[in-house]
């Protein structure tokens, strides 16, 4: 392998490594999360149905170390809502996510478990 080979194959593999690496912060843990009105007035939200985790993310560009937006957490927290057909997420975890090398993203993670309380309520 000649030297100049080489030394693209390393250059290669750190750009790579750099594209690839990014952050992650753990915001908080919430019990109950909605955007939505919700009475829980009648309703006990441990023996309603609970599904499976879903995750909704909100994110936007950086350029140049310039961020072109903000994450907006209700609209992360309105993804998941939407993919668990529900109104209140329960056990809750929030995280912000980022990565950049001259271009990137940064983000919002909402992961929980999405519960439907409207036709449950006695």
Same mark, same amino acid.
């Given at each position: /392998?000649?030297? #100049? +080979? ?7 593999? &750190?750009?790579?490594? /750099? ?10 843990? /919430?019990?109950?999360?909605? +955007? ?10 441990? +023996? ?6 879903? !995750? &909704? ?5 950086? *350029?140049? *170390? ?5 994450? =907006? ?10 993919? &668990? =057909?529900?109104?209140? /997420? ?15 993203? =940064?983000?919002?993670?909402? #992961?929980? +478990?999405?519960? =439907? !309380? ?5």
């Amino acid at each position: /392998m000649s030297a #100049t +080979t080489r030394r693209l194959a390393i250059f290669g593999v &750190g750009l790579a490594l /750099m594209l690839s690496s990014g952050c992650t912060t753990r915001l908080g843990d /919430m019990t109950l999360v909605s +955007t939505r009105l919700v009475s829980l007035d009648r309703v006990d939200v441990s +023996t309603l149905p609970h599904g499976e985790r879903v !995750t &909704g993310k909100s994110s936007k560009p950086v *350029f140049l *170390f310039i961020p072109l937006g903000f994450p =907006n957490l209700l609209d992360a927290i309105d993804e998941a809502l939407e993919k &668990g =057909n529900g109104d209140l /997420m329960v056990d809750v975890v929030i995280r912000a996510e980022g990565w950049w090398f001259l271009v990137g993203q =940064n983000g919002l993670t909402v #992961t929980g +478990t999405v519960v =439907n !309380t409207k036709g449950k309520q006695p």
